[in-house]
């Protein structure tokens, strides 16, 4: 659940910082006194797009922070895990700066919208004021029925694999279309192929032929050096001594010679190591010069396999590092040209994936159908409630004579109001109460069917009252009996039904460059809670007959 909230001039919100509790709370307060700037801010940390307008005037950015609970084991301290995340808590924080640059970060490290929004799914869903609106729309009549039913992932399979399909389907009619122009392509690129493949091109072959080139196109050159060297080591210079010999005599009268000045040893101990080095030095020429030998028909056939692949490699444009790249890209491109020049493979391609497609969206017809009835019988007792007595709610599966990304058929609510009506669509029947009604049902109980574990209602109870008020608050208090229910109410009788409330409301503060007006949450205590049901009841004036009646709600 959610059990700490940080908001940093968010709007007209200049500094909060709020602790919550389990259960439901509800968030009271006069219209434009920022309610629905709470959730906003938990929308943001929750990945939602952020833009300068949020932040407050005279800020240089905003920030919100998010503060969840982690139970061990659970999918979200596996999700962490598996995106190396920190498992003891869970922390989401945006940054949004005045023009409108947006920062993330999920228990301190860097993050992404992606990842945020991912984190979301397990902590928190929130249902807009606006939301039973969107129900007249077919895909959020649809997409709500696949969130009832637990259906998503399977929902996607069945779109990836009609994807899939459709691929084939438009693959083979190419092919049938141009015929020639597929064999001409292949023809060219068979031949390119088995010209790129004679050439057995292996990059580790190729660093080895340029190195033993270079060496052997450089082999008189190297000889003429090595001989040189050892003429100078071996046989002197101007025909006198060999330069050896000469060392090694001085080397031991330098040796001689420190018995009567212990000085020169440091300048003869160099002399004497510098004499090895030369000795060794010879050896290593000699045994160089025994294996260097010139080999103009070796040098011959390596230019001539230089020229080979330089040429083919310009011929393809890329480096000879990349021919295999090359091959294996015109190879693949080949085999799907081969594939295309053959109708029979074509249509066997189209034949699986349609399979493929069927099955999947076969399954997500008997899910979705076990869910549509179980959806119609649960909305309908909640509209007998709900003061639509005798009214029902169905949820309608017509198929698709073809199949389509979404599946085998179209969703469509149907409802009627009154007893002894026909069912009708939806958007054709309900008026504004009563499509708030059945949209705040349909929330509801599709929130009973969802794993987070924070619930938040902002202002769906706009066009009730009365009785259907009360019987809405018995519903969003039964949902805080198992998880964290917080709403955004108006209504009294809502707000009495809740485990805590708070007060929100605006403040003007007198700051440098004028007055500002900021939003400020007070937690309510037994007596403040009868005050502001009170208000909610009795407007301007309260009596204390209001107040008997505010304190007579709570009791209850």
């Known amino acids: ?55 407050r005037v005279g800020a240089e950015k905003a920030e919100v922070s998010a503060e969840f609970d982690v139970t061990p084991g659970s999918p979200l301290a ?49 249902h807009g004021q606006h939301a039973h609106h969107s129900l007249l729309r077919a895909d959020a009549q649809r997409a709500l029925l696949d969130a009832h039913a637990g259906v998503q992932a399977l929902a996607r399979d069945v779109a990836a694999a009609h994807a899939v399909w459709r691929n084939a389907s438009t693959a083979r009619q190419a092919a049938e279309k141009d015929v020639a122009a597929t064999t001409r392509e292949r023809e060219l690129l068979e031949w390119q192929v088995k010209e790129l ?78 004499l090895i080095q030369l000795q060794e030095s010879a050896l290593a020429l000699r045994r160089y010069r025994e294996r260097l030998d010139l080999d103009p028909a070796r040098l ?41 020049a053959d109708p029979a493979a074509l249509a066997e391609r189209e034949q699986q994936a349609a399979a493929a497609y069927r099955a999947l969206a076969t399954r997500l017809t008997v899910e979705r159908t076990r869910a549509a009835a179980a959806l119609g019988q649960t909305v309908s007792a909640a509209m007998q409630e709900l003061a639509m007595a005798g009214g029902r709610f169905e949820v309608a599966l017509t198929p698709l004579d073809s199949g389509v990304a979404y599946g085998l058929e179209a969703v469509e ?9 026909p069912l009708r669509p939806l958007a054709k029947v309900a008026s504004g109460g009563e499509l708030s ?33 009360e019987i809405v608050g018995q519903m969003l208090k039964q949902l805080g009996t198992d998880r964290q229910v917080l709403c955004v109410t108006h209504l009294a009788q809502v707000a009495a039904r809740a485990d805590w409330q708070w ?30 049901v009170a208000r909610m009841l009795g407007g301007v004036r309260i009596t204390n007959t209001t107040r008997q009646h505010a304190r007579e709600m709570l009791e209850l």
């Not at 924080?93 to 397990?122: K, M, P």
């Not at 609510?413 to 009506?421: D, R, S, W």
Request: proline fraction near 1%; charge should be negative; hydrophobic fraction near 50%.
């Open 1 to 55: 659940m959610l059990l700490r909230l940080v908001i940093r001039d968010f709007v007209i919100v200049d500094r909060l910082e709020l602790e919550f509790a389990g259960g439901f709370g509800a968030l009271t307060g006069e219209t434009g006194a920022g309610k629905s700037i709470l959730v906003d801010a938990l929308s943001l940390a929750l990945g939602e797009r952020g833009d300068g307008s949020m932040v």
């Open 78 to 126: 596996d999700w962490l895990a598996a995106n190396d995340f920190d498992m003891d808590s869970c922390i989401l924080r945006r940054i949004v700066d005045a023009g409108g640059r947006s920062r993330a970060y999920l228990n301190g490290a860097a993050a992404t919208l992606g990842q945020l929004r991912e984190a979301a799914d397990f902590l928190a869903d929130i």
């Open 197 to 274: 493949a004679a050439l057995a091109f292996d990059a580790h072959e190729w660093q080895e032929t340029e190195q033993e080139q270079r060496r052997l196109a450089h082999a008189a050159s190297l000889l003429e050096a090595s001989d040189a060297a050892l003429a100078v080591l071996d046989e002197g210079q101007g025909g006198g001594d060999a330069a050896l010999s000469a060392l090694q005599h001085a080397s031991v009268r330098l040796t001689e010679l420190t018995s009567y000045d212990a000085a020169l040893g440091d300048a003869a101990a160099l002399f004497d190591s510098a």
């Open 300 to 340: 011959t056939e390596l230019d001539a396999r230089i020229d080979a692949v330089t040429q083919m490699a310009r011929k393809h444009r890329a480096t000879p590092e990349e021919l295999p790249a090359v091959l294996a890209s015109m190879a693949a491109r080949l085999t799907e040209l081969t594939l295309a």
């Open 413 to 421: 609510f149907l409802v009627t109001a009154n007893a002894g009506q």
């Open 437 to 469: 009604r059945i949209g705040l049902a349909l929330q509801v109980i599709a929130s009973q069917s969802h794993a987070v574990g924070t619930l938040i209602f902002d202002e769906v109870d706009v066009g009730i009252g009365g009785r259907v008020a």
């Open 503 to 532: 007060s929100i409301a605006k403040e003007t503060l007198n700051e440098k460059g004028g007055a500002a007006t900021v939003s400020r949450v007070t937690p309510l205590d037994a007596d403040g809670r009868i005050e502001e």
